[in-house]
């Protein structure tokens, strides 16, 4: 296969991260995720520690979740600063020549002018991410839609504020998933296939 760039973005509680996981794997491929965040952090002066401790929280049940999911989407990443540094570590390591996923942090727009690339966003039925906070980090109907709708709006802000753009609009998307219907198994087998017959040599 060529030396491409895959790009994912997704709506919160849809378990994509899983999805992703398993394409890299798959596929053989660098798989960059919350540690883009840290970089770029890193490179603006971004104190992680200033952030946890300065945070609006929820309430006591998902502040751990709101910290953990809402670093990267924080108002202090919306420093000229901070989104420089996001963009030059993004393509810093896209420039490297070895095969990557890149999960989130506006990555489909950063490098919507690189050859060989292929943008990916994953959704489902809010109902759906309910049901699977509610499971997965044992949360309260009301806790996981709350906790759901403000991510999705942080994050949502975040990249409307750098891009100029919806984040889950069709425009610049190649292949749109909802995880719920098909699973993570399938969606992750699907994004393989399609970037085997969009990169195949």
């Known amino acids: 296969m060529k030396k491409f760039i895959i790009t994912i973005s997704r709506e919160f509680g849809c378990n994509a991260r899983e999805v992703a996981r398993k ?3 798959e596929l053989g491929v660098k798989f960059y995720d919350k540690d883009l965040v840290d970089m770029a952090a890193d490179r603006a002066g971004i104190s992680r ?3 946890l401790d300065s945070e609006e929280l929820i309430d006591k049940n998902t502040d751990r979740l709101l910290k953990s999911f809402g670093y990267g989407s924080s108002t202090q990443f919306y420093s000229d600063e901070a989104i420089k540094a996001q963009v030059s570590v993004i393509r810093d390591l896209a420039n490297t020549r070895v095969p990557a996923i890149f999960f989130g942090r506006c990555a489909d727009y950063v490098l919507r002018e690189y050859p060989n690339h292929m943008n990916i966003f994953l959704y489902a039925p809010l109902e759906a991410r309910i049901e699977h906070m509610c499971k997965d980090y044992q949360l309260s109907w009301t806790e996981a839609d709350k906790l759901i709708k403000r991510v999705d709006r942080q994050r949502h802000n975040y990249y409307k504020y750098v891009t100029g753009k919806n984040r889950g609009d069709r425009d610049n998307k190649h292949l749109m998933i909802d995880v719920h219907e ?8 699907m994004i393989c296939f399609a970037a085997r017959k969009m990169f195949e040599d």
């Open 182 to 189: 098909y699973g993570t198994n399938l969606a992750a087998e």
């Open 23 to 25: 394409a890299a794997a």
């Open 49 to 51: 520690d200033s952030f």
